[in-house]
């Protein structure tokens, strides 16, 4: 059974879906391994890293895909420019795509898979329960984004993150607030704090205080009997008054601190605004806001998506690359959680798409020439 692995298309992106090791284990597991001419470039690893990890390089996306019975991929397939067909006219009859497909967002690509009979799995559909967490791309790469997001905050701040006494004068450090404590606000604190910033944060769902507490960082909390811990302990669209209520304390403090990093998202629904225009401009000079939410519309309402943005002295980040700008991180991470699918289906021997399995039916976005996506409702035991 062969696996494919094309260059990505998408504009600046550079992670890949296996990597030379991530590969390797593919063919511990019974599969060949295709590698697309210069796939893995972006993420340092060239060709040579994978003949000599036994990959056979092929010279196009056109072979590519013809060949592989599955393909793995980073991005959602879109129109290749080169090839000047959309990736999924690509894929042959019948054969299986796993990847980032976003299926609530990209209802005509689903048809489009639909009439190539594939199968396809999408990796940010897996369910986030304890057993698939090797196999969750969603945390892998909010974990790197939360990281980066700290990075290039202190790339664009002028200033040290810790304090010092130097013999030229005491320097204070810097403070920094996170507003969502998911997987990547939980990175981006233990990033700020290795770099020796104040560190505040807030949530909505009051089970984070904890872990805020233990990164020695201070939990931001309001005079509020409301908790926003909704389904699967996902945050919940929380009463306007409550809304409300935290800008307040998010106005209060955007005076007072020099970066903002925000992560507040609710699954399915767009980005809560959460950082005004007048909350940017009561920041000291200099102050820095990192956006993580930019892709889903913004926390704050001086975002630009994609972009660096300068707003009466304050650089809004709005990047929506920071995981591929870890490519060869990132690409390993993916790797590896593509791997733990393969393996939990069968590997090549035993290759199957069990409906029973709660994790591979979670990702199951098409199948036998059908939708199958949302997936039915898992009862609680
Ligand atoms: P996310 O990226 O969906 O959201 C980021 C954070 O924003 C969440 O913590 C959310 O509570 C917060 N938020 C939403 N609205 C807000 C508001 N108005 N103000 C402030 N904060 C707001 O989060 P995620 O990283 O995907 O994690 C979400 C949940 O999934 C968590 O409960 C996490 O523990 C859980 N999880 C489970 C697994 C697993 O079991 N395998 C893996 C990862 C995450």
């Not at 990547?184 to 020796?196: D, H, S, V």
């Not at 029973?356 to 199951?364: H, N, T």
Request: hydrophobic fraction near 45%; glycine fraction near 8%; charge should be negative.
């Amino acid at each position: 059974m062969k696996i494919g692995i094309p260059k990505e298309v998408y504009p600046g992106e550079q992670r890949v879906a296996a990597t030379p090791d991530t590969a390797k284990r593919l063919q511990k597991l019974g599969f060949d391994v295709l590698v697309e001419r210069n796939a893995g470039c972006g993420a340092n690893f060239n060709d040579d890293a994978y003949t000599a990890a036994q990959c056979q390089i092929v010279p196009d996306a056109a072979t590519l895909w013809t060949e592989a019975d599955i393909v793995l991929k980073v991005r959602p397939p879109q129109l290749h420019p080169d090839a000047c067909k959309h990736e999924v006219d690509l894929l042959h009859q019948g054969s299986t795509l796993i990847s980032f497909i976003w299926p609530a967002q990209n209802a005509d690509l689903l048809q489009k898979l639909v009439s190539r009979q594939a199968t396809v799995l999408a990796m940010d559909a897996i369910p986030r329960i304890s057993r698939a967490q090797k196999l969750d791309a969603l945390s892998s790469m909010a974990n790197l984004a939360g990281y980066r997001a700290v990075i290039e905050a202190a790339n664009h701040f002028g200033r040290f993150f810790n304090g010092q006494i130097t013999a030229a004068g005491k320097v204070p450090p810097a403070k920094v607030m996170i507003i969502g404590v998911g997987v990547a606000g939980l990175a981006a604190i233990g990033t700020a704090k290795g770099l020796g910033a104040i560190v505040r944060a807030f949530d909505t769902r009051l089970v984070v205080k904890e872990q805020v507490e233990s990164l020695g960082a201070e939990f931001l909390e309001l005079n509020f009997a409301e908790d926003g811990t909704g389904e699967g302990g996902y945050a919940k669209v929380m009463s306007d008054e409550f809304i409300k209520a935290e800008m307040a304390l998010f106005a209060e403090q955007a005076k007072e601190v020099d970066i903002i990093i925000t992560t507040a998202l609710i699954p399915g629904k767009k980005a809560p605004v959460l950082i005004t225009q007048e909350m940017v401009e009561s920041m000291k000079e200099g102050s820095v806001v990192v956006d993580l939410a930019a892709e889903q519309g913004g926390n704050c309402a001086c975002t630009h998506p994609g972009e660096v943005y300068r707003h009466k002295g304050v650089t809004i980040v709005g990047l929506t690359d920071l995981p591929s700008r870890m490519a060869q991180q990132a690409s390993q991470l993916y790797g590896t959680n593509l791997y733990h699918l393969l393996e939990d289906m069968g590997g090549a021997k035993n290759f199957q798409v069990n409906l029973e399995d709660e994790v591979v039916r979670g990702a199951l976005v098409v199948h036998s020439g059908e939708i199958t996506y949302p997936p039915p409702k898992v009862e609680k035991k």
